[in-house]
């Protein structure tokens, strides 16, 4: 049977001006591993409550790409806010998703002080710290303006004072590369062999790469943040089962990428 509209009755439920709100309470099970063979597992059970909020009319969305900037610091942040209003205007759309599209940078260093904390990270932007990424610093605009940012590349974006920033803002920040290739195949063979008992020893991962993305991999420093993210692709996998593997075992995994 269809139909049209229907109103949900709960104390868990609470509708506003265009918007519903609800809290949803999931129960689970934590298995946790025993220290050592003569001690038994522990099964936790635990509750989590979730709390959603939707929007009663659908937006019309517009999804913002971008890329490396010329500038740096304050400069750069402000022409990113200035270009997402412009887009919204000129698109009439109603929410806007940036999505960082560029080449793979090198990875940031967390220094204290400079990128370690949300303060610090600001009082960098005011200084246009030169270690700050093109990509954080798009971050963080978006971060400012409440606007989901989506990064495509395998470089350490999120730095702990971006996250900070962004949990304080209550804004969405995700991604660490597209995986859109053989990282993808490889992560979801690993998933699938995993996942019926069958544990893989040894992963050896090749790359053909042309064009300039094959040339800024060339580069010792943004081949490394590529090699990071392709060789944590399975961690999670791997973590999750500790059946297959000890604390600390995880399988061999060699990375190599040819321009």
């Known amino acids: 049977m269809f139909v049209e ?3 949900v009755e709960s104390p868990r439920v609470r509708y506003g001006d265009g918007e519903i709100e609800s809290e949803y309470r999931y129960d689970t099970t934590e298995v946790v591993a025993p220290p ?3 001690k038994g597992w522990v099964v936790r059970p635990k509750s989590v409550t979730y709390h959603f909020k939707t929007t009663t009319t659908v937006p019309k969305l517009g999804v913002m790409l971008v890329g490396w900037g010329g500038n740096n610091g304050t400069t750069l942040t402000a022409g990113v806010i200035a270009n997402r209003e412009e887009f919204k205007e000129k698109s009439k759309v109603d929410k806007v998703v940036v999505l960082w599209t560029a080449n793979t940078e090198r990875y940031s260093n967390v220094v204290a002080g400079m990128n370690d904390t949300m303060d610090n990270l600001l009082a960098s932007l005011d200084k246009d710290e030169p270690e700050m990424s093109p990509s954080t610093l798009y971050a963080i605009a978006c971060v400012m303006e409440g606007v989901p940012f989506i990064n495509g590349s395998p ?6 004072g971006l996250i900070e920033l962004a949990i304080k803002k209550n804004s969405v920040i995700g991604g660490d590369d597209f995986k859109s290739g053989q990282t993808k195949m490889k992560s979801v063979l690993v998933d ?14 090749y790359n053909h790469l042309g064009n300039n993305d094959g040339m800024n991999l060339s580069a010792p420093q943004t081949f490394r943040s590529k090699e990071i993210s392709k060789s944590g692709v399975v961690d999670d ?3 999750s089962n500790a059946i297959l593997y000890e604390p600390g075992e995880h399988p061999d995994h060699v990375i190599v990428i040819k321009g």
């Open 36 to 38: 050592s063979p003569e």
């Open 5 to 7: 509209g229907f109103r």
């Open 155 to 160: 470089q350490n974006t999120f730095v702990p």
């Open 192 to 205: 699938f062999l995993v996942g019926a008992g069958i544990k893989p020893t040894s992963i050896a991962s």
């Open 237 to 239: 996998m791997v973590s």
